[in-house]
């Protein structure tokens, strides 16, 4: 499976972006599909993963109630609905995906086999 990750750019605080990570190669089925972040000169950091068996959820404190992870199975498409930003949301984002991840190793980097190349988000006035 390969991903790709699009969908960044700039935002004002308060404004709203929307990522997309696109899988060709195979689909998604059975996979856990996750986004990360890393902003410069900090480690990457979880910010929200979807399973695609059973459409479970999960976010990253400082994302939650502000990004949505969504999917399209016909797409083979994964969302990140990113609202309400803010500057410290400012970071390269990145998708990855793997199966068989139990539900406590979904925020670890290391779970993941697949990734994307990253698509760049800068919230600024």
């Not at 996750?34 to 059973?54: D, M, S, T």
Request: aromatic share 12%.
């Amino acid at each position: 499976v390969q991903l790709q990750a699009s969908g960044g750019g700039l935002a004002v605080p308060g404004g709203s972006l929307r990522a997309s990570c696109a899988a060709s190669g195979g689909t998604f089925r059975g996979y856990t599909v996750a986004w990360f972040r890393q902003a410069p000169g900090r480690e990457r950091e979880f910010v929200a993963a979807i399973k695609l068996n059973g459409d479970a959820t999960y976010y990253a404190d400082s994302v939650k109630g502000r990004f949505t992870i969504s999917r399209d199975n016909a797409k083979s498409t994964v969302y990140l609905q990113m609202n309400s930003l803010r500057p410290e949301d400012t970071a390269v984002y990145y998708c990855a995906a793997d199966r068989h991840i139990i539900q406590s190793s979904i925020p670890i980097i290391g779970s993941y086999d697949y990734w994307g190349q990253g698509t760049q988000v800068t919230v600024s006035s």
